[in-house]
C-alpha cells in the first residue's frame, strides 16, 4: 500500500513541476485545444446528458465547457457532494450563472432547491477529473475516492472521460484496482483510448 501512495505521490510532484513551468499563455492555448477537442468529440456531441464536474485550481477548468455546452442545449449534469458516506447525488443544470450555489467547501454546486436530481444511470458520458494520468486509463485524484466511486457505478454504457494537459500525463499510476480507470483521456497533443 505504501508503495502505491509513494508512486502517487511522485507521479504528483512531476506533474506539479510540469505544469508549474508553464506560462499562463501556454496553459490557455493548451487549455483552448482541449475544449476544441472536447466539442468535436462524437461520445460529447451526441450525448443527451453529460457529467461534468466544477474545476477546482488543480483541475482543467471547466467553467467555459460547461456554459458552451448549455449554449448548444445539451444536458449538463454536476455533483452535489455529501458527507454520507462520500456520496454524490448529481442534479441537471439548466442555466450556469443562477443555478449553481457555493457549497460549505466552497465548490461550486448546484442549487438542490432550483436543480432536477437525475439518477445515475441517465448519465450518457461522464468527464471525471483528476490531477494525473496514465495511458492505460489511470487516474489520481485528491484522494478522497468521490470520482473513482462514482466511476464504478455509472452504467456500462456510459463513456467515461478525463480532459488533460499533455503535462498531466505520467508513464504509469499504481492502482489499488483497474475498475476505477477512465476510458478516454482528451489531452492538447492526443486522444487516448484506454489499452
Known amino acids: 500500500m505504501d508503495e502505491i ?4 505521490l511522485n507521479n504528483l510532484a512531476v506533474v506539479a513541476q510540469r505544469l508549474e513551468n508553464l506560462t499562463k499563455e501556454e496553459l490557455s492555448k493548451k487549455y ?34 460547461i456554459k458552451k455546452a448549455l449554449q448548444i442545449e445539451k444536458g449538463i449534469v454536476l455533483p452535489v457532494f455529501t458527507s454520507a458516506k462520500n456520496a454524490i447525488n448529481l442534479y441537471k443544470i439548466n442555466n450556469y450563472d443562477k443555478d449553481l450555489v457555493k457549497s460549505a467547501n466552497d465548490f461550486l454546486e448546484p442549487d438542490i432547491e432550483k436543480c432536477k436530481k437525475i ?33 464504478t457505478k455509472l452504467p456500462e454504457t456510459c463513456r467515461k472521460v478525463s480532459l488533460a494537459y499533455e503535462d498531466q500525463i505520467v508513464d504509469q499510476i499504481q492502482m489499488e ?19
Open 119 to 151: 439518477p445515475l444511470e441517465d448519465i450518457d458520458i461522464a468527464i471525471i477529473p483528476g490531477l494525473a494520468f496514465d495511458d492505460k486509463g489511470g487516474r489520481i485524484g485528491f484522494g478522497n475516492n468521490f470520482y473513482s466511486k462514482l466511476i
Open 5 to 8: 501512495k509513494n508512486g502517487k
Open 32 to 65: 483552448k485545444t482541449i475544449e476544441n477537442k472536447l466539442f468535436e468529440f462524437a461520445n460529447f456531441m451526441e450525448a443527451q446528458l453529460a457529467f461534468l464536474y466544477t474545476s477546482t485550481n488543480n483541475e482543467i477548468p471547466t467553467s467555459r465547457i
Open 177 to 195: 484496482s483497474r475498475k476505477f480507470t477512465v476510458d478516454i483521456i482528451i489531452t492538447d497533443k492526443r486522444v487516448i483510448y484506454k489499452i
